[in-house]
């Protein structure tokens, strides 16, 4: 299936250097597959795969010039590929692998330099907004498998299931080159330049965590008038930034940020178990 939203919104007060009025575009395709295949009664195959995306050019105002604007076009992908089988009438089991892609580039539409005034909030030029130059990359996979046992007469109906969950994050939010507009902001004051803002592009932080986590649970039922919910599951959380380094920044920001390269840091494992007992 896929769909396709659209919304364009008048901006008041601001206008185009052609005398028409600012508008904020907006377009939101997003599509969503999924294919099942049997290769006998007890073995199933199933694919599945969402992927939306966004265009968005906004960002005008009556103190923001058109030039200004800014252009973002994040997309997700959402794949994933499981087994399942079933052995006789009390097992089954499932493998399990996928991801969470996130991707979020957003540029501007001019090589003129950044100037803001810093008393009357006007300002033309490149965009100097957060984020502008940003090309983030960020996901979440994972792998999972899960086996389920129905036990009966065994004191009771036993619902035993087991499994292990693994997890790798990715967040790295480079930062690309501002090219012909120029790593600086030019501040004024009622129109007097005041001083100079340099940034650090380009850069390239990056930041991962590591997860694996095994449960064990069993919904025992006792009679017809109590369940017992027993279980327990450990987690293992490993956060880290990589050892990492970088160029230069594009000058003038080479003299405050010259090259430079940065020891890996690890954060404290963090490990937890939780042994939920819960009757009904």
């Not at 694996?212 to 369940?227: E, H, K, N, P, S």
Request: with cysteine.
């Amino acid at each position: 299936s896929a769909r396709l939203r659209r919304s364009n919104q008048t901006i008041l007060a601001c206008f185009k250097p052609d005398g028409t009025p600012c508008i904020n575009e907006q377009r939101q395709p997003a599509a969503t597959f999924k294919v099942t295949y049997s290769l006998s009664p007890a073995n199933r195959f199933i694919g599945f795969s969402q992927w939306v995306t966004k265009v968005n050019r906004s960002g005008p105002s009556r103190l923001v010039a058109w030039e200004t604007r800014t252009k973002q076009y994040p997309m997700q992908v959402m794949p994933k590929g499981e087994w399942q089988g079933v052995k006789g009438n009390s097992l089954v089991v499932s493998v399990m692998g996928g991801m969470w892609h996130s991707l979020t580039p957003i540029d501007g539409f001019t090589d003129n330099p950044a100037r803001v005034d810093l008393v009357t909030g006007v300002r033309s030029g490149a965009s100097s907004g957060p984020g502008v130059g940003q090309y983030g990359t960020i996901y979440r996979k994972q792998a999972r498998g899960n086996v389920s046992w129905y036990k009966p007469d065994w004191g009771g109906n036993h619902e035993i299931k087991t499994g292990i969950d693994f997890f790798s994050t990715l967040e790295a939010r480079a930062v690309r080159s501002r090219g012909a507009a120029g790593n600086y902001e030019m501040q004024f004051r009622n129109g007097i330049p005041d001083q100079l803002a340099v940034w650090n592009y380009r850069v390239t932080p990056e930041t991962r965590i590591h997860t694996t986590a095994a449960y064990v649970q069993d919904r025992w039922t006792i009679g017809r008038r109590l369940t017992l919910n027993l279980g327990l599951r450990y987690s293992h959380d490993k956060g880290f930034r990589p050892e990492i380094c970088r160029d230069a920044a594009d000058a003038p920001g080479n003299v405050p940020f010259p090259a430079e390269c940065f020891a890996r840091i690890d954060v404290p494992i963090w490990k937890s178990a939780s042994p939920p007992v819960r009757p009904a």
